[in-house]
């Protein structure tokens, strides 16, 4: 089956410990990107990547890394997480790099900082 | 800058009555133009799409949009509304970075559905 998958679906974390929440898709996409998604901001673009080794920051990148060593992976690390990180994140694919490109997206990840 | 409005926070509509949801975007260039939908704990999945060509576009699920350029709003429409379509509704336009690409999103238009 086609589909992003990202782990850990929940997560509750404090202040300070580093964290990754992984991003695999297995449809061969060259493009992958992470989303937070907050209640009345929709969704906001954190990084994004065109193909493997090529990452480029997003509308809010701040206080987050990312790594793009194969295709199919696109880990999102916070280094120092902090309340203000507390969101629901997706992660998502396309076939390529285009703005009429549609996205397929994970299921998502909750994450809490306290 | 680019930009989607989403005026309505949320709609109740009654099961089998009709439904709009309203978009607006600000786009230099010609938009590329997207509906998605989330429904409760599931990531977005996509309901339609516009690039060019005829102005209404069809998509699953029985949901219909129509570009308006002169008004700069793609509408998301549905005849009779099903008591599944209860979910949250983003409007999403792509645009061209150089070097890249982004998608922006609008904040989303929860649905409620009356029995």
Redesign the interface.
């Known amino acids: 089956e086609a589909q992003?998958t990202q782990n850990p679906r929940y997560l509750i974390t404090v202040t300070g410990k580093k964290l990754t929440v992984t991003c695999s898709q297995n449809m061969n996409h060259e493009y992958m990107?992470w989303?937070r998604q907050d209640p009345?901001?929709?969704?906001?673009?954190i990084y994004?990547s065109?193909n493997v080794e090529v990452t480029?920051k997003?509308?809010v990148p701040e206080g987050y890394k990312v790594s793009r060593k194969e295709k199919r992976n696109f880990p999102l690390i916070l280094e120092s997480p902090s309340p203000n990180q507390t969101s629901l994140y997706?992660c998502?694919s396309s076939l390529a790099?285009?703005?009429?490109?549609?996205?397929f997206?994970?299921?998502?990840t909750r994450l809490t900082v306290l | 800058a680019q930009s989607v409005t989403q005026p309505d926070i949320h709609i109740t509509v009654s099961e089998g009555a009709s439904l709009e949801l309203r978009c607006n975007y600000s786009y230099g260039a010609t938009p590329y133009l997207f509906w998605y939908v989330q429904s409760p704990g599931q990531g977005l999945q996509l309901l339609l799409k516009y690039f060019s060509g005829d102005t209404l576009v069809q998509g699953i699920k029985g949901f219909e949009a129509e570009f308006k350029r002169s008004q700069s709003s793609f509408n998301l429409r549905k005849p009779s509304v099903h008591w599944s379509d209860a979910a949250e509704y983003f409007c999403a336009v792509g645009s061209d970075n150089t070097g890249g690409f982004k998608t922006i999103f609008g904040a989303g238009t929860r649905l409620f559905v009356k029995a």
């Open positions: 992003v990107s989303y009345g901001l929709g969704l906001r673009q994004y065109m480029d997003g509308d997706f998502a790099g285009g703005p009429h490109n549609e996205q997206f994970g299921p998502g």
